[in-house]
């Protein structure tokens, strides 16, 4: 019989997930099971479980570091009503498991000790699937590849894979720029949840603190303006500029991705702070020869929208995998901005792409003709950043924003097209060659693709960073020519988006986004123990064969 307290939770996890149709079993829990790691160290489970069991269907492993009770519990609850059995557990060192908590470090082995201990326990099914989000995607990731080609009989045999990475370190050095806005923010967040208590509440409440924090130098101490205190990971992070560094190495499961022989699921959006490196594991999964079921949506990562879409893709994918019923979707589902309609196709970017250079012209235009030389000039100062302005983030708010006011300032230069006559559709990775020079040892270049309506709105397509001059950076960067001018290859962010008949295509290009990724101070320091600044005086150069421009991935039907 279920009680009224049980329908209450069910109708709150509907809800959380758009109000989808949950499914119709009643379910149990048995809290804090205790699994026993190599070294002796136990944590912590619990147990969703249908009263009446589905054994055609896989036992789900969930790991993570954000609790297993109130609204973390329902993704597991979800599951466990449409009939999976749900094992879900907190890492090592977080929500009463033992240990100390380091992000990303454990995970491999304890995953592994984890997955052979669930084959073991009768309350199995006879097959294990993963699943989860964010940092619960990582640790799949972290247990997958090494266990289909170590020991196969006791590996994952689907993975679901949503708004996630197997390789941290590169979305926290992206190209060479710290993403200071996520790091600290997330570690703030870790630090709350460690404390508990009323702590939690800081969770969701502003944070002046957090807020000044971004602005402190060196990066080093920003922990500590934000909490009070060092926090050790942020630390390390911090330190470890180089992603060769074997800190950054011994966590990245980025290579073992090709041997995933079990069938994946990916779920992300266009807004997500790990879309880049997802689509990059795709195409990874794909030239292995097991192309994943992909779903992109208009998402950031903590939107209330993807919930629903994310909870049916994922039921639908696992009964076709384990019990034989076909779905009938295509391999491939994206949701094309700007024309708002979504699209299936075999596999991603889709048939009919076409790279078509795009000339960045001095005095501010932009097209597929030659430019005619000269340069464009611009100042930054890293006492007074050029600030981001919107940008994929944790907040659950990730429209894409208007750039109109903003590039009005002095240390923003913009490149506009003429009204298009017919729409123009873009999907894939845009590439950025911009060739420039500057008095700093140490220097960003932000570029980034805006949509230009008729009124005057400037809206964010997508963008993407590269930092030249860094200890980081160092062993990549490209060569100065004679006159000191390097051709900067900037990768932007994949995107799927149609320009309307009458919109402009917008190129903007800064030395910034303060505090999505941190300040360069120009000097080329270490970022560790770095305070003093320089200004940066920018030149843009239009001559030569490799005058600055961009590589659009133009999709023709």
Known sequence: MTTLRQRLIRAVDALARGGVELGAHEIDTIRDLRVPMPDGVELLGDLYRPTDADTSLPTIVIRGPYGRRGVMGGAARALAYDGFTVFFQSCRGTWGSQGRFTPQHDEQRDGTATHRWVRKQPWF???LATFGESYMGYTQWAVAGRMQREDPDNAPEALVLQITMPDFGEITWDNGAFSLRNALGWSRMMDLMDRGGLALLGIVLPDRKLDKAFDVLPLSRGDSAAVGHPIHWYQDWVRHERLTDEYWTSQSHTASVPDVTAPVLMVTGWYDIFLPWQLRNYRQLVEAGNPPRLTVG???HMSRGKAGPAHRDTIEFLREMFTGEESGRAPVRMFET??????????WPPEGVAAQNWLLHAGGGLSTEA?????????????HPTPAVGGPSLAPDNRPADNAEHERRADVVTFRS??????????????ANIRIRSSARSYDVFVRITDVHPDGRAITVCDGIRRIGSVGTA???????ADGFRDVPVHLWHTFHSFAAGHRVGIQVSSGAHPRYARNPGTGEPAFDATTTVVAHQEISHSGP???GISLPVWTR
């Open 125 to 127: 099914t006879g097959h």
């Open 298 to 300: 208009p998402w950031g």
């Open 338 to 347: 700007g024309a708002q309609t979504w699209h299936e196709f075999e596999v």
């Open 371 to 383: 430019a005619a030389g000269g340069a464009t000039r611009y100042t930054y100062d890293p006492q």
């Open 418 to 431: 003429e009204p298009l006559t017919t729409a123009l559709e873009l999907a894939g990775e845009p590439v």
């Open 475 to 481: 062993a990549t960067d490209p060569a100065p020519d």
């Open 546 to 548: 490799t005058a600055s």
